[in-house]
């Protein structure tokens, strides 16, 4: 049972395109909702993160959506750069609970020049 | 910065084989995992341990073990290694339990790529 579905399993996007990676949960415990970024050969890292007392959160480029009601959150990259081509996984957790993450199963993003 | 170590980059094994994959990690952290990467099916937690000597199973420990005598080693052993056992192995850390997860992300290493034949 997939407690994080995350969609689209691949996405192809041109530079300067806006890419989107959606993620839904069912447990409405979790209450910290953070992406990891993996490049190819590397093992993932923590990209951004949004907790539920907000519905936006933005780092530059990057910004999670959150929308607590429907139980999704989103990823949004702007201007997207061939740099930004790596593997994206949403997870969610529960702060100060379990302090391990549930993963989606992560995106493919490849961003042509 | 952290670091997290892994020994071995790639890795090839026979079937039957008992197969030791090492981690270690260098900023005193007391969680620290091991998942299983595949594609399509994300991140697995195969085990963690939250202290010296502790483990607890994740979501695939079958045919799997772990050991961790030393805070910052954690060793994921394959007591018989299988073919469907062909994955890229991720070891993780993080701060304490009880902390913020705020404050606690985890961090990776670079995996290792074992080859079961």
């Known amino acids: 049972q997939q407690q994080v579905k995350q969609s689209p399993q691949s996405l192809i996007v041109q530079k300067g395109g806006i890419s989107i990676i959606n993620c839904a949960y069912e447990n409405t415990a979790f209450d910290y909702f953070p992406w990891y970024q993996q490049f190819p050969g590397k093992g993932p890292a923590l990209l951004i993160a949004?907790?539920?007392?907000?519905s936006e959160k933005k780092e530059g480029r990057f910004t999670i959506s959150f929308n607590k009601s429907a139980k999704q959150f989103s990823l949004h990259i702007m201007d997207s750069q061939p740099g930004d081509s790596a593997t994206y996984f949403c997870a969610a957790s529960i702060n100060g609970g379990s302090y391990i993450p549930t993963f989606g199963r992560g995106t493919s993003l490849i961003v042509h020049p | 910065d952290v670091k997290v170590t892994q020994s071995s980059r790639y890795l090839v094994k026979r079937t039957g084989e008992k197969v030791f994959l090492e981690c270690v990690q260098d900023?005193?952290?007391?969680?620290m995992f091991w998942y299983r990467q595949d594609p399509g099916l994300g991140l697995r937690l195969i085990y963690f341990?939250?202290?010296?000597?502790?483990?607890e199973k994740g979501d695939i420990p079958e045919g799997y073990s772990v050991s961790r005598e030393k805070k910052e080693r954690f060793s994921l052993i394959l007591e018989s290694a299988s073919t469907n056992q062909t994955s890229m192995y991720l070891c993780a850390s993080s701060l304490m339990a009880g902390l913020s997860s705020y404050n606690s992300p985890l961090h990776f290493g670079n995996g290792t790529r074992l080859t079961v034949t």
């Open positions: 949004i907790r539920p007392d907000v």
């Open positions: 341990s939250y202290d010296v000597k502790m483990k």
């Open positions: 900023m005193d952290h007391e969680n």
